[in-house]
Nanobody, 115 residues
Framework: MQLVESGGGLVQPGGSLRLSCAASGFTFTSYVMRWYRQAPGKGRELVAQISSGGASRNYADSVKGRFTISRDNAKNTVYLQMNNLKPEDTAVYYC?????????WGQGTQVTVSS
């Protein structure tokens, strides 16, 4: 089982990034997928969630209207499109796959929003 995030980096305030998380080793289409983030000195925060089929999506209030989660079940990949980024979005972003007692995590990708 493996989750590999990519797409992080340094961006100016107001800019955009698209994170990707490629999954392998498990039945991707059966899992709820989530993006979390953790800023320095803070706890891990749930940012967005998408159901196994993609019909249901939920967001943290702090990112509503700016971030969009999506998934391509044919490619076993989940995405997080982040627009109008703010300095407070700076964090390590983690991909998470959940199904019942099964809970898998990626290694994280750094997003830094700074001028």
């Amino acid at each position: 089982m493996q989750l590999v995030e990519s797409g992080g980096g340094l961006v100016q305030p107001g800019g955009s990034l698209r994170l990707s998380c490629a999954a392998s080793g498990f039945t991707f289409t059966s899992y709820v997928m989530r993006w979390y983030r953790q800023a320095p000195g803070k706890g891990r925060e749930l940012v967005a969630q998408i159901s196994s089929g993609g019909a249901s999506r939920n967001y943290a209030d702090s990112v509503k209207g700016r971030f969009t989660i999506s998934r391509d079940n044919a490619k076993n990949t989940v995405y997080l499109q982040m627009n109008n980024l703010k300095p407070e979005d700076t964090a390590v972003y983690y991909c998470n796959a959940v199904r019942g007692q099964f809970d898998y995590w990626g290694q994280g990708t750094q997003v830094t929003v700074s001028s």
